[in-house]
């Protein structure tokens, strides 16, 4: 009998879902990730906004990925006590122009949206809301929409998990399968420990995997700026609109972000600052010049053809199991995907099509 049912490497926004979600059924789960710990830096805020593009399109599978991903936040925070886990205020799309106020307005009625979620303001009511906001035609308000503290989110998620029986290894480790025995082996530090199953969720290094490099995963650079406001800013929800905008604490703002397809490093650059910068005059009228940067960063999305995150086994390995491609919806995605590929691993349920792994065989 092996150790563990699965060893999860990458104990990112996929990772800790998955191995969550392995440990709620009562399997037990190995979690590896040489570069985080429960104290990491990450990324200072992320959007969940189920309304998506410049179409406001509502999410894939919408009401079910934000519930899971709401459920274990909320798990979170009466687990943590902590109140900066995320920021429950909303989200303001601006129409900043003819286009846009059409292509919003349609998404009132095309989509099936929750009850609640969203509604139309007009210019006035917006400029109430926020007297910083550019000129605009009205827009959509995501009632449901938050920001979490991804940082906070994953640093305490890792010593939740820990705390709920997951076994937390943040130092290199390596893999073989042993075809013989039906296991895998992992080797951690002086330890070989052995699993029934390796799930690799390893953003955008899993084509690092040699089993998952020949798969149509693009990565996608993209760089964020924070800022902080001389004096306390008047507002406290997020802004979409041709780029996005994140409230913490007080006076500081987040605003993202480059999507850069060719990119020979991930270090910030001047040229992305001066987008980022252009993106934050497009949402706020004359708020340049009241803010000063603090940091600026960079992450790699994967994104997929589909636009759909990537679950199941390895054609050939079928005890080898990948779970990536979290595009630009990573937290929406999240918990409603790890518990789809639970249910397939533990209960035998097949993967919708649209996010199996076998749908890029010929
Ligand atoms: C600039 C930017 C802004 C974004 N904004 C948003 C947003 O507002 N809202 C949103 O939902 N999403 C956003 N995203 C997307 C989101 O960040 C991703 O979808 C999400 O992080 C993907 O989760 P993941 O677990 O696949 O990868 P990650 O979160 O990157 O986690 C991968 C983990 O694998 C680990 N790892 C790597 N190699 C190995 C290895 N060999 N062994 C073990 N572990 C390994 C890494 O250390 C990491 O912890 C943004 C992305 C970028 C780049």
Not at 308 to 322: A, D, Y
Request: glycine share 8%; net charge negative.
């Amino acid at each position: 009998m092996s150790d563990f049912y699965a060893a999860v490497f990458g104990a990112g926004i996929c990772g800790t879902a998955i191995a969550n979600e392995l440990n709620k059924k009562g399997k037990r789960v190995l979690l590896v990730d040489p570069y985080v710990s429960e104290n990491a830096p990450g990324p200072p805020a992320g959007l969940v906004n189920p309304a998506t593009g410049m179409r406001a399109k509502l999410c894939w599978n919408g009401k079910a990925c934000y519930d899971a991903l709401r459920n274990q936040i909320e798990t979170l925070i009466e687990y943590s006590g902590c109140n900066d886990l995320i920021s429950d205020t909303g989200v303001l799309r601006p129409a900043i122009n003819e286009k846009l106020a059409k292509n919003f307005k349609k998404a009132l009625d095309k989509y099936d949206w929750p009850e609640g979620w969203v509604r139309w303001m007009g210019e006035e009511e917006i400029q109430e809301l926020n007297p910083e906001i550019a000129p605009n035609l009205g827009g959509l308000y995501l009632e449901c929409g938050y920001t979490v503290y991804v940082d906070n989110y994953l640093n305490t998620y890792r010593k939740y998990l820990r705390e709920q029986g997951v076994t937390c290894r943040y130092e290199e480790a390596d893999y073989c399968y042993n075809s013989s025995s039906g296991q895998f082996t992992i080797e951690v530090g002086e330890e070989e420990i052995t699993a029934d199953h390796l799930i690799v969720a390893a953003g955008y290094r899993t084509p690092e995997f040699e089993e998952w490099s020949g798969l149509p995963l693009e990565g996608v650079k993209g760089q964020i700026v924070q800022f902080e406001a001389q004096e306390d800013l008047a507002w406290d929800h997020a802004v979409s609109a041709k780029g996005y905008s994140m409230r913490r604490g007080k006076r500081q703002l987040i605003v993202g972000s480059t999507y850069e397809h060719n990119f020979d490093s991930l270090d910030t650059t001047e040229e992305a600052y001066e987008r980022i910068a252009g993106k934050l005059d497009i949402m706020f009228a004359d708020i340049s010049s009241k803010l000063t940067k603090q940091v600026q960063m960079a992450g790699v999305r994967v994104t997929t053809p589909n636009r759909l995150p990537v679950i199941g086994r390895h054609p050939e390995q079928e005890q080898l199991c990948i779970y990536t491609g979290m595009n630009s919806k990573g937290l929406l995605f999240s918990h409603h995907v790890a518990s789809l590929l639970t249910k397939h691993l533990v209960d035998g349920e097949e993967i919708p099509e649209e996010l199996n792994v076998r749908r890029f065989e010929d």
